[in-house]
């Protein structure tokens, strides 16, 4: 990946209200040294969960307050991945802690997935939304939930394990996604309109901070899951940046990687292939689509230190663990791709995680894999929940205090599936794929494969399938196929 410049030397031309001294002053102010006695009524620690929504990799260097609020302040995993590339399955992995084929939502839309297929499977009846509520927690989810809902159901309909519920209608002809949209709050459908004020970002940050001000005595699971940095409208729509951050960063281009408009894909899957180089009117198009999705976040920006500043208000911050996440990353012309997600490439699957709070080592890194497939049991673990036997992923708890097992006794690989659906264009194909610290296999429904050496290759340029010891891709091959239907602990390896 390109390197961005140093957030805090960019600070002063993209936001001249925030220059590096007002950094530092977030990061002392917000700081460890922000403590109040907790009473033993709310012992258990807070849990935020602040996911966005295909937010590439390199953009959380330009969140300056997520840089000096959680990045200074907590533990970055370098190596976090998504088990699937999309939306409504990856968002499903987070709420059961299953990998897609466990949890069988295996793509955003009906028959493969979506939010009805979710519920009518019974799978909202063991989310870690109810085991935190059995567990005595105040649980309260903001923004996008599952693709399609609520589709066919009840508007006012709220899923198990909410105390508080502020669900985003999904985008139709007279619904939009960053202003003219609809929420249930908690069973009352708001529909909100075009004013600065409705921008939704903003909107669901103030519900939170609410949320966080009026809860006592319980200790808060609190999902905030904005839009940004998603498109709009057309499936290749630019997103919406607040109008306050409208046009602010007009001389910003997009990454230019080794793969950006790639020169060669002779040795890429056929659906690659077929793909024509960018020309110049689309690159432009990527330059603008890249710099309102990068406007849209510092919305997001703002809210995580409206976030924080709450819990620090009320004392709560030095027994709160804060989470930021994305569903998936985003290509934006590598590989000849002109925008989106879905194919197994880094770009595609490497997502940002970062997360701070009692005893988690601030400032630092780890190589160790994480997926979002952890994200359920980790919480589980933080908040003294059960976890069922029925959970894919392992907890991070032992990196989050600082106890980092070698990478030899941590995960070694996980599983990348992607599942097309029928009526879908051939943009993709289904396929399994093997990531393992060093290597990328793939395997397509079509019978073809890639194999790349991330080493040498980080860019994935150029496939080995062709060339590469047959020893070498039959034990590859044969570990893709036992994680293909692996469950619960046979997962974890």
Avoid at 142 to 157: C, D, H, I, V
Avoid at 172 to 196: C, H, M, T, W
Avoid at 221 to 227: E, I
Avoid at 344 to 359: D, F, K, N, T, W
Wanted: glycine share 8%; net charge neutral; with cysteine.
């Amino acid at each position: 990946m390109n390197k961005i410049k140093n957030i805090e030397q960019e600070a002063q031309w993209r936001w001249p209200s925030l220059p590096a001294v007002m950094l530092l002053a977030l990061e002392l102010f917000f700081g460890p040294g922000c403590t109040v006695p907790r009473t033993p009524e709310t012992a258990k620690p807070n849990i935020i969960f602040i996911l966005t929504d295909d937010q590439d990799l390199e953009t959380l260097a330009y969140m300056p307050r997520a840089q000096a609020l959680l990045v200074k302040q907590g533990l970055t995993f370098k190596n976090a991945f998504v088990a699937t590339p999309l939306c409504c399955p990856s968002r499903a992995s987070f709420l059961t802690g299953q990998y897609p084929h466990n949890h069988s939502i295996l793509s955003n839309v009906p028959p493969l997935g979506g939010f009805v297929k979710f519920r009518d499977l019974g799978r909202e009846g063991s989310t870690v939304a109810t085991w935190l509520r059995a567990a005595g927690y105040r649980t309260a989810l903001f923004g996008k939930y599952l693709n399609g809902y609520p589709a066919g159901e009840n508007p006012t309909y709220v899923p198990a394990g909410w105390d508080g519920w502020y669900g985003k209608f999904e985008r139709s002809q007279d619904i939009g996604d960053y202003f003219g949209y609809k929420l249930n709050e908690n069973g009352r459908v708001v529909a909100y309109g075009k004013d600065p004020s409705d921008y939704l970002t903003d909107v669901l940050a103030e519900k939170a901070v609410t949320f966080i001000q009026s809860t006592s005595k319980q200790p808060m699971f609190l999902y905030f899951a904005p839009y940004a940095p998603h498109a709009e409208g057309a499936p290749d729509g630019p997103p919406t940046p607040a109008p306050r951050h409208k046009g602010t960063l007009a001389h910003m281009t997009a990454p230019r990687p080794p793969s950006f408009n790639e020169a060669d894909v002779s040795n890429k899957p056929s659906h690659i292939q077929k793909r024509p180089l960018l020309n110049a009117e689309q690159i432009g198009e990527l330059d603008h689509e890249y710099r309102t999705r990068v406007e849209s976040l510092l919305a997001v920006d703002e809210a995580v230190e409206r976030i924080i500043k709450a819990l620090a208000d009320r004392g709560e911050l030095a027994n709160s663990y804060i989470f930021f996440m994305s569903d998936n990353g985003y290509l934006l012309g590598q590989h000849r791709r002109p925008r989106g997600k879905g194919v197994a490439y880094e770009e595609s699957i490497h997502v940002p995680l970062v997360a701070r709070g009692p005893g988690v080592p601030a400032g630092q890194s780890v190589d160790h894999f994480a997926l979002n497939i952890d994200f359920a049991p980790t919480v589980a673990e933080l908040a003294g929940a059960s976890i069922p036997p029925s959970v894919d992923g392992r907890s991070l708890v032992p990196l989050l205090r600082g106890a980092k097992p070698p990478l030899a006794n941590w995960r070694q690989d996980f599983l990348v599936e992607f599942y097309t659906p029928p009526a879908a264009p051939p943009t993709n194909q289904s396929y399994y794929g093997l990531r393992t610290l060093n290597t990328l296999y793939v395997e397509y429904a079509s019978g073809e494969r890639e194999l790349y050496d991330l080493k040498a290759d980080p860019y994935q340029i150029s496939s080995l399938h062709k060339v590469a010891e047959a020893e070498r891709i039959t034990t590859l091959s044969n570990r893709l196929s036992k994680l293909k239907s692996c469950a619960a602990n046979t997962c974890r390896d």
